[in-house]
Structures are given as structure tokens and as C-alpha cells.
């Protein structure tokens, strides 16, 4: 007899976990006010995975993270270092909109942790870009943006060693000349990392 086959592709993967964020009513209080559960987009067998805080207004309506101005500033690094969105995966620690645009909270960001660590696991990049100081604490506890930004630090996740690019968050950087000129230097570090960690594989 022919056996059922699994379904457990990344696809898959990836909307059971939306499924799941929404039976579990993470941050019941930010999903009322919320028109969407923005989950991450992009190529799920992507090598770079970017993490940015929270959806603000555009992104709750449309349900996709980074689509206004700092997604589109977003956009304009991507093709600067040759790749497009649907080269990368692009998500964020906090998948609801919080009002107003205000930073997400301490608790907030502790309850979406675990599904974002789920959410890397699926896709399984080999550079972590994290936007920001919100989704960069989690990862690189103690360490400040402003003296590590730009710099590649190897870190254990799980079972997987994956590298942090910490980067300053685009909608920051957008309007501030000298941090804007800083995270394009630092973005366009990423092919010469992708290239260092595929040449170590080898
Ligand atoms: N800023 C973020 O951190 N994430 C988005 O999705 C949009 C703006």
C-alpha cells in the first residue's frame, strides 16, 4: 500500500507556526488592535535571514514585514549588494503591530522569542541580520548596537552555530546622514561573509 506522504516542507512548516501563534494568543492586547500577524516572507532556503522589531502601520495592513519607507530603504541596500527580497527571508521579533509605532515592550518581545527561534530553525539561514537593538539583544545579550553594529559574531542557536550581523534598523538610519552612510558600509559586508562562512563549509 502506498504510504501517506509527510507534509513537513518549510511552507508548511511555516504556517503551522502562524497557526500556532494564533491559537496561543501571543500578546492577546497587541492582536485586538492589529489588522494582520505579520510573519516573516521572503525565499525560506534563503542564506541571509534579516530580523527587524515590529510591523508599523503599512505592514499590519498589508501583512508583510518592512513595505514602507524603511522596507523600501530596505529594498535599495539588498540591490546594492546584487540580491532582491526574494533572495532573503525578512521578519521580525514581534509579529503584531504595537500602537501607535511604539517600541515593543520587554514582555513582548519575551513572548514572541520562542516562535522566532522556531521561525530560524525552519529556515535555517547561515547569517542572521538583526535591525535594530530590539532583535539584536536576544541574541547578543549585553553588547550595544553603536559599538558592535557591522560586526559578524558566531553564536550557538539550538544544535546550529549561526553568525549575528548586527545592524543598525533602517527606519533609524533613514533619515541620519552619518548612520545611514554606516549601515550601507555594514550592509555591504554580507556577500564577503556569505562567501567566508560557504568557503569554511567547503
Ligand atoms: N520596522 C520593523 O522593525 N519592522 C517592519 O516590518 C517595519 C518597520
Redesign the pocket.
Known amino acids: 500500500m502506498q504510504k501517506v506522504k509527510q507534509k513537513n516542507d518549510k511552507a508548511t512548516l511555516l504556517s503551522q507556526l502562524k497557526a500556532d501563534i494564533k491559537a496561543k494568543n501571543i500578546c492577546a492586547d497587541l492582536a485586538e488592535n492589529a489588522t494582520n500577524l505579520?510573519m516573516g516572507v521572503g525565499n525560506p532556503n534563503a542564506e541571509v535571514m534579516f530580523i527587524?522589531?515590529?510591523?508599523?502601520k503599512?505592514?499590519d495592513l498589508q501583512g508583510?514585514?518592512?513595505?514602507?519607507a524603511?522596507?523600501k530603504f530596505l529594498d535599495e541596500m539588498l540591490a546594492l549588494v546584487g540580491m532582491e527580497r526574494k533572495d532573503v527571508y525578512?521578519s521580525?521579533i514581534v509579529k503584531y503591530r504595537p500602537p501607535n509605532n511604539r517600541d515593543p515592550l520587554p514582555d513582548e518581545k519575551k513572548a514572541f522569542w520562542p516562535y522566532l527561534l522556531q521561525e530560524i530553525n525552519i529556515i535555517r539561514p547561515k547569517i542572521i541580520a538583526t535591525?535594530?537593538r530590539?532583535?539584536m539583544e536576544y541574541f547578543l545579550p549585553e553588547m550595544k548596537i553603536s559599538t558592535v553594529h557591522g560586526q559578524p559574531k558566531r553564536i550557538r542557536l539550538g544544535n546550529d552555530r549561526v553568525v549575528i550581523l548586527p545592524l543598525f534598523?533602517?527606519?533609524a538610519a533613514l533619515y541620519n546622514g552619518a548612520m545611514r552612510e554606516t549601515l550601507i558600509s555594514d550592509f555591504e559586508t554580507v556577500p564577503e561573509i556569505i562567501e567566508l562562512i560557504n568557503n569554511e563549509n567547503k
Request: aromatic fraction near 4%; hydrophobic fraction near 35%; charged fraction near 10%.
Open positions: 505579520v527587524g522589531e515590529a510591523p508599523g503599512n505592514e508583510e514585514p518592512f513595505v514602507g524603511a522596507g525578512i521580525n535591525l535594530g530590539h532583535s534598523h533602517p527606519a
